[in-house]
Nanobody, 125 residues
Framework: QVQLTESGGGLVQTGGSVRLSCAASGGTFETYAMGWFRQAPGKEREFVAHITSGDNGWYADSVKGRFTISRDNAKNTAYLQMNNLTPEDTANYYC???????????????????WGQGTQVTVSS
């Protein structure tokens, strides 16, 4: 049973930075593709970023150049570094994992096999 646990969320001012972590347990993390999604109140869950088992990263247009996804296989942890935050980035952020090292389309939630519980990020104006 694979479990994902997010951490690092909180309240930040516009223009600030936050790093989210997603710790995995119970599986072979280094073989998984990982993703980050977010969901704001009243909106659908949307894709944020994806990283393959081979360390290739992909981003939603809305975060490209501001967010960076990475992974540390030795720590079984994926990260999302978020810079230059705006109130539009306020959401509950979820990490997700896929047993396949590469998935397509990576922005589709149904392609992921397991999910964390989410961590809230609130950006004040």
């Amino acid at each position: 049973q694979v479990q994902l646990t997010e951490s690092g969320g909180g309240l930040v001012q516009t223009g600030g930075s936050v790093r989210l972590s997603c710790a995995a347990s119970g599986g072979t993390f280094e073989t998984y593709a990982m993703g980050w999604f977010r969901q704001a109140p009243g909106k659908e869950r949307e894709f944020v970023a994806h990283i393959t088992s081979g360390d290739n990263g992909w981003y939603a247009d809305s975060v490209k150049g501001r967010f960076t996804i990475s992974r540390d296989n030795a720590k079984n942890t994926a990260y999302l570094q978020m810079n230059n935050l705006t109130p539009e980035d306020t959401a509950n952020y979820y990490c997700a994992g896929a047993r396949a090292g590469r998935i397509w389309p990576y922005y589709q939630p149904s392609k992921y096999d397991f999910w964390g519980q989410g961590t809230q990020v609130t950006v004040s104006s």
